[in-house]
């Protein structure tokens, strides 16, 4: 595709040359830079993208898109907002790859990875090639690919949709952040469905108030479209029991479809029954009476399981199909996943980085618990700081013992970190800090008894740790398996 053609789209821009390049690719990062490639300067949160147009030229840029005037030997193209640009050109050179196939969104505070590996193996089991985009990867039908982001920016993400469409993917479904929201990097992107999970407290680093947030995650349901002017079904399908709902029902233009627990709506649990074997619970979806056994554990769980199946009912999978594909699903990677190396006591590996993740997944294992609750967790640095006394207090007044260490502490100092943390500990648990994550680890499986319940919180399918500048090979479940192991061998 040539410049011309590619720019044509933007409407509003100016062009410093009458030259019209090839464009072989786009590129947002001068390093990615190939011979014939469009740069697109961002300026980003750390440094200014415009700073590398001439190193980008050297690699082979062929132009340049802009915010400023930049002195190099291609076509620079100007415009207001180079991120806003950047979706919508990395749409057009894709070709719309998103109009090919069925997408499905998925936003909200907790919930977003598992729900959408719900939603990926219920489509998968119903013979639907898929695609997946999220926090642990993106998968092209079988095929595995690397992520830095939860949601990529928008040149990787219409590159993989267009990788999809080329493979044959049906229907893909991703999680949205609300950074991604917010940054515009789905702008473009053609949702048949938008799911909320639910919301609270995470992120206020970036979105400094609830508000904020809230309206950055209502983005995905404001551009969903409409199913009479898109010619196609467009549906909102959000959580009743969460007050946000209420909101991004006003926000969109979709149809509406409900979930939840505690109120009426179309798709609604009831006599929930946990165990720490599984969750099982009745469901009236659209007037049809079903009863589901999950082996996954917990109310969240029923939350995750009502979510996915109301996207995937109004995508036309019949519910028992539904029901059998959620029924086999053991757990989700890092999510409430058990280390068993024959200990007498349990260990629970989970992903909870939140106050609400970490209250729920307390309160799941206070359902079944018959010996004391131990609870490992700390907060990562660099991100929201408030929350950190807020997790220490849910830990403290819902375990019997608490270890505070560190999770990836990045450019903050550790200790100041689990100072942060500590302020919110009560008197109701015992507590200790061991900064050093495997040590703390081994601590609590060293002190564990029969039937005690050790729960391993805010890493989950992470393997890695980050502190300083450095990144170790870090993974909660191994760390946990060995010290499990020296325990039963007396090594300790
Ligand atoms: C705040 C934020 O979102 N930052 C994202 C942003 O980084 P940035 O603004 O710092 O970029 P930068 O380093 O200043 O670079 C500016 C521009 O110069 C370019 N550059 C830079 C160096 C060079 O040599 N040549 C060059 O061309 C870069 O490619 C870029 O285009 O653009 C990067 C490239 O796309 C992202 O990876 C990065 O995410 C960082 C890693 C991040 O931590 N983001 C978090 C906050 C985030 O987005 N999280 C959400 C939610 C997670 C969840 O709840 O699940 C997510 O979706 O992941
Ligand atoms: N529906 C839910 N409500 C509250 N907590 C949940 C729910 N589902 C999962 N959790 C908790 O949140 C943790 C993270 O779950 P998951 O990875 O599915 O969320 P996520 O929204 O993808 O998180 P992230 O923002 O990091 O991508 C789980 O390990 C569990 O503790
Ligand atoms: N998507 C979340 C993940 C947090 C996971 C936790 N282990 C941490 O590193 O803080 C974030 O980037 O804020
Ligand atoms: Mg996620």
Do not use: W
Not at 71 to 80: G, H, S, T
């Amino acid at each position: 595709m040539n410049l011309d053609d590619l720019i044509s789209c933007l409407y509003q821009y100016e062009k410093n040359s009458s030259l019209n390049p090839v464009i072989k690719s786009v590129e947002m990062d001068s390093r990615q830079v190939k011979s014939g490639s469009l740069f697109i300067c961002i300026d980003g949160y750390t440094v200014d993208g415009h700073d590398f147009a001439k190193r980008s030229v050297e690699n082979g840029a062929v132009a340049i898109l802009a915010e400023k005037p930049l002195d190099v030997d291609v076509p620079v193209v100007l415009v207001k907002d180079t991120k806003r640009a950047m979706a919508i050109i990395s749409n057009v050179f894709y070709d719309h790859p998103t109009r090919k196939m069925s997408l499905i969104g998925v936003t909200g505070t907790n919930g977003k990875t598992t729900t959408t590996h719900l939603i990926e193996k219920i489509l998968r089991d119903a013979s639907i090639t898929t695609g997946l985009i999220g926090t642990m990867y993106m998968k092209i039908a079988d095929e595995t690919i690397e992520t830095k982001n939860t949601t990529p920016e928008s040149i990787s993400l219409q590159q993989t949709f267009r990788k999809m469409v080329d493979h044959g993917v049906q229907s893909a479904v991703m999680e949205v952040s609300s950074h991604a929201l917010h940054l515009g990097r789905v702008r473009g992107c053609d949702f048949n469905i938008a799911v909320f999970t639910n919301l609270s407290q995470d992120h206020l680093d970036y979105h400094k108030t609830m508000e904020a947030y809230r309206n950055a995650k209502g983005l995905l349901f404001a551009q969903l479209g409409n199913t009479y002017l898109n010619k196609e079904r467009k549906i909102a399908v959000l959580n009743i029991d969460d007050p946000a709902s209420s909101e991004y029902e006003k926000m969109t233009a979709a149809e509406i479809v409900t979930y939840g627990i505690d109120q009426e709506c179309d798709v609604r649990a009831s006599n929930i029954k946990i165990t720490s074997q599984g969750t099982s619970f009745d469901v009236n979806a659209f007037g049809k009476e079903a009863t589901v056994q999950l082996k996954m554990i917990g109310k969240f769980s029923v939350y995750n399981a009502l979510a996915a199946m109301a996207a995937c009912l109004v995508d036309g999978i019949p519910i028992q199909s539904i029901i059998n594909s959620l029924e086999t699903v053991q757990g989700v990677s890092g999510r409430f996943e058990p280390v068993d190396g024959g200990q007498p006591f349990t260990v629970i590996v989970d992903y909870a980085h939140t106050p609400d993740s970490l209250d729920n997944v307390l309160k799941t294992v206070k359902e079944f618990a018959s010996g004391d609750i131990c609870v490992v967790v700390g907060c990562g640095g660099d991100r929201d700081k408030t929350k950190r006394p807020l997790m220490a207090k849910i830990a403290s007044e819902l375990a019997d013992s608490v270890v505070l260490t560190s999770d990836n502490p990045r450019s903050e100092d550790p200790h100041q970190i689990l100072k942060d943390m500590e302020v919110g500990l009560t008197e109701h648990s015992l507590n200790n800090t061991i900064v050093d994550r495997k040590q703390a680890i081994i601590h609590a499986i060293k002190n564990a008894k029969e039937n005690d319940v050790i729960i391993i919180a805010g890493k989950g399918h992470e393997t890695y740790q980050t502190i300083g500048n450095e990144t170790i090979y870090f993974d909660d479940r191994l760390i946990a398996k060995e010290a499990v192991k020296e325990l039963l061998n007396n090594e300790f």
